[in-house]
């Protein structure tokens, strides 16, 4: 089971990325996948996350600017960034958890299988 995450970058502020997350070796329909993000010093933080039945969550800091998706006959998850930041600068992580509830989709324990990391650079 791999998650294979692309689509980091230097961006200037204000500008957008498209991360993109390829799952192999299962299909993921059934699990809710989410997007994590740690800057340097600090913790792995929740960003975005979408569950099988389609119901999208946000971190209050992104909400507005970015969404997710998925494409499951590709068993791919996109996180749409728009109108970046330079605190969106992180390290970008996929991850897939099996049927997670409400509140427990920002939880990173919770998730089963992740993704390397995508660098994300918004520069001011």
């Known amino acids: 089971v791999q998650l294979q995450a692309c689509g980091g970058g230097l961006v200037q502020a204000g500008g957008s990325l498209r991360l993109s997350c390829a799952a192999s070796?299962?299909?993921?329909?059934?699990?809710?996948m989410g997007w994590f993000r740690q800057a340097p010093g600090k913790e792995r933080e929740f960003v975005a996350a979408?569950?099988?039945?389609?119901?999208?969550y946000f971190a209050d800091s992104v909400k507005g600017r970015f969404t997710i998706s998925r494409d499951g006959a590709k068993n791919t998850v996109y996180l749409q960034m728009d109108r970046l930041k330079p605190e969106d600068t992180a390290v970008y992580y996929c991850?897939?958890?099996?049927?997670?509830?409400?509140?427990?989709?920002?939880?990173?324990?919770?998730?089963?299988?992740w993704g390397q990391g995508t660098k994300v650079t918004v520069s001011s």
């Open positions: 979408i569950r099988s039945g389609g119901g999208t």
């Open positions: 070796g299962r299909t993921f329909s059934s699990y809710t």
């Open positions: 991850a897939a958890g099996p049927r997670l509830i409400v509140s427990m989709i920002r939880l990173p324990s919770t998730y089963h299988y």
